[in-house]
């Protein structure tokens, strides 16, 4: 979650795999692409409708869709996997990843209060 980056700028927006959507955990990513996709129609279509009526695209830009996808159950499964990789970086390498990952994802739910950082990266 750490490595999300902006997600709009004029004329384009990041969806799906490209900014890293996947849940990394469960290795799945097409529901989070589909949801991310959905979220960017529904940013992107009072824009080219209502607001504007020439439907001109050139330069859009709709920094609703990252208020949108951070209000969305997207970013909330996200939340909860944002230590999975990061935990890997750690003294006892894939064991301790595995230990952390046991603990506080599948118990705790990435209910933890702390955001781990990725190390070297
Ligand atoms: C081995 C593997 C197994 C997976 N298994 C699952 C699973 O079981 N369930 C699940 O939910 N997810 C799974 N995923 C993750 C899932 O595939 C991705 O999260 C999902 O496909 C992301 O969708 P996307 O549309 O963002 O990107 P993509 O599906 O990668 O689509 C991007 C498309 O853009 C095209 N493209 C790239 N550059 C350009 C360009 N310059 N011009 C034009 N086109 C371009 C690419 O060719 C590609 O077709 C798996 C991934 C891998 C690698």
Not at 22 to 42: D, F, Q, R
Not at 69 to 95: C, D, M, Q, T
Not at 101 to 119: D, Q
Request: overall charge positive.
């Amino acid at each position: 979650m750490d490595s999300i980056p902006k997600l709009t700028f004029p004329g384009g927006l990041l969806m799906g795999c490209s900014p890293g959507f996947m849940n990394v955990p469960k290795i799945k990513g097409t529901h989070t692409a589909m949801k991310s996709g959905m979220l960017a129609a529904e940013a992107i279509f009072p824009k080219i409708t209502a607001e504007n009526p020439e439907s001109e695209t050139l330069g859009l830009h709709v920094p609703e869709y990252a208020e949108n996808l951070k209000n969305s159950w997207v970013w909330k499964e996200l939340y909860a996997v944002r230590n999975i990789r990061p935990s890997f970086h750690n003294y006892f390498g894939l064991y301790g990843g595995m230990v952390y990952t046991g603990i506080f994802y599948w118990i705790c739910r990435g209910k933890e209060p702390w955001t781990l950082k990725h190390a070297g990266e």
